[in-house]
């Protein structure tokens, strides 16, 4: 070999190792943030990343100039002062050994939207798509996807994704139910919107969980205790506990966010109190990670399949559905009712208008404190027998219970000396009726010349509930609900 051959072999592994070098020592930002986002009003907001270890790291935004030094391990965090909203596009500047600039950002309401294939389902797959997309001219809201369906054993630092200004071309390919959900927030709100979407269909909720929320819930221990023992070479799919979360959830933490909407539940569709313990760790989880107040609003499962015409009712989704009614014990949650959208035939109900509708109903009420807004339909919250009929009150009647109709995309109509339907009784042989039920004021009374001696009712509790009809004035309906535990 000639002396010029070999100082050329020498001399590549000196070069690409002081290559290697300067790329490490360039300060880096986490993927979640880049060029046109919307930053969190109103909140600490936490800007990270990596560099040199003890680099210093400066970083500018709206007047504001903090610094810090990265750690043993490269990574740096500031946190910004609470920002003011607004419209007018800034630059977010990080400097160390290189500086970053990322231009066109906002502040404003930053929301992610995750779930099943529910929430997957892109704008351009839903209905009137072509009048949705072509209307889809949003400067004030940015989408930020998190592309694939990807899974790890352990928490991941980074993941794929950039934001992009809401336009025609950006959201085809967007979650429904969240643009949905988003553009209302901006005609509300009038402040930019931020929407993040991470979702993967056909997933149950355990791989979205993170080890957190698992041992926060006793229930849940064994579950725990499986995540815990998970090392980099621990084999793991789109079904294991917190293998999704931790690629796919995880990366982003912790971004600065107000809340978080979920549409999933089909995957867990034959359970019941264990889907409400496994809610209970996915927001604990989740709020650790961003946000000890992080809004969270679910959808409760649409009609789906065959009306079952039995009274007792129970079957397929009645009892995962009753699970989500229950998990509003969680502060600071809400769930959308969708059983009158939904469609025998298909999973994926296509109108995603009302769902975002109904979902932004609970965050413009709770969050955001428009009181006049009933966050939802007539909720289930007590009853009392009274000689041969059962009274129920209800929570969110709004201005008035109604016998309803819903038709498409249109909105539910009042049906005149209306039939309540959907409603059974039963007494101390636990033995269900269809009864006759009647609105009274903001209650609604329940019978039947079959049962003298009620003692129970349950409305709309099956997997199709065809036919259930009770709605508040501000036509949304009444979620399904059970008044026994038999």
Known sequence: MSISRRILCL?????MLWVGS??????????????????QRELPVPVWGWAEPGEEVGVSFAGQSKKTKAGEDGKWMVKLDPL???????????????KIVLGDILVGEVWICSGQSNMEWAVGNSMNAKEEIAAADHSQIRLF?????TTSPVAKETCPGKWEICQPSTVRGFSAVGYFFGRRLQNELNVPIGLVGSNWGGTRIEPWT???GFRSVPELKTIADQVDAYTEKTKVGGGSPSAIYNAMIHPLAPF?????IWYQGESNGGEGESYYHKTQALVNGWRKLFNPNLAFYWVQLANFKAA?????????????REAQRKSLEIKHTGMAVIIDIGAANDIHPRNKQDVGRRLSQWALHQTYGKSEIPPGGPLYRSHKVDGGSIRLSFDSVGSGLMVGKKEGLKPTEAVPNGKLKRFAIAGEDKKWHWAEATIDGKDVVVRSENVTKPVAVRYGYSMHPAGANLYNREGIPASPFRTDDW
Request: aromatic share 4%; proline share 8%.
């Open 11 to 15: 001399s590549i592994p000196i070069l």
């Open 22 to 39: 300067s790329v490490n020592g360039d300060v880096k930002l986490a993927s979640v943030f880049g060029k046109s986002m919307v930053l």
């Open 84 to 98: 003011k909203a607004s419209a007018k596009p800034s630059s977010l500047t990080v400097t160390g050994k290189n």
């Open 145 to 149: 996807n998190v592309p694939g369906h």
């Open 210 to 212: 993170s080890p957190a």
């Open 256 to 260: 600065a966010l107000r809340g978080a």
């Open 308 to 320: 079952n015409d039995n009274p007792a009712g129970g079957d397929g989704w009645a009892k995962i």
